[in-house]
């Protein structure tokens, strides 16, 4: 857990984009390709043969790849790719912004670069919540505290200031289907 004085941190004169962009997409059936591609650049140092590569299927849009070099097990790299048009809803530009706002005041992992359909970022070792370890007395309050200081860390000016819930709702309701081919899917979109 960061240190609470870390909130205080000013980050608006920090460069909040100080990762590399990469002019590159990758395939979602070329995963691994692609990533080396990306290790290329922010690792380039690491032999293709000696890196393993690990791919995480916990997501639901998003393809996520670990990538182990074997020579250095404690820097792990992440590669994420973006799911097929997730940024309709998303806006990647606020999204990279907030990474390095948020690593610059000690929240959040380093991204080390982007590239056209994703990110490249620091591996943190933990432990993922659910919605069981989320209720437990010892861990709620450590959530709502990180939380807090989240929510006081200093930001650009360009960063808007107030709440964005409100129109990421209308957001997500505009691009949502009004009829759907299946008639279940129909039936429950009717019934709400």
């Not at 380039?44 to 393809?63: C, L, M, Q």
């Not at 709620?140 to 808007?160: C, E, G, I, N, Q």
């Not at 964005?164 to 979109?189: D, G, H």
Request: net charge negative; hydrophobic share 40%.
């Amino acid at each position: 857990m960061p240190q609470e004085t870390r909130s205080s941190v000013s980050v608006a004169s920090m460069n909040c984009h100080s990762s590399v962009h990469i002019p590159l997409t990758i395939e979602e059936d070329k995963l691994i390709d692609g990533s080396v591609k990306v290790l290329s650049v922010i690792r380039p140092t690491w032999a293709k043969e000696k890196v393993n590569f690990k791919v995480f299927t916990d997501g639901i849009t998003n393809k996520l790849l670990g990538c182990f070099h074997e020579d250095f097990p404690e820097d792990v790299v992440l590669v994420r790719v973006y799911g097929h048009k997730t940024d309709l809803l998303i806006d990647r530009n606020a999204e990279t912004r907030n990474i390095q706002l948020l690593h610059n005041a000690g929240y959040s992992p380093h991204l080390y670069a982007t590239f056209c359909n994703g990110l490249a970022y620091e591996y943190v070792s933990g432990v993922v919540l659910d919605t069981t370890s989320c209720r437990d007395p010892d861990v709620f309050p450590l959530v709502a505290r990180m939380v807090a200081l989240v929510h006081k860390v200093d930001s650009t000016d360009d960063v808007p200031k107030e709440p964005s819930i409100w129109l990421k709702i209308e957001q997500f309701l505009s691009i949502m289907p009004q009829t759907f081919k299946e008639a279940e899917k129909q039936a429950r979109y009717q019934k709400f």
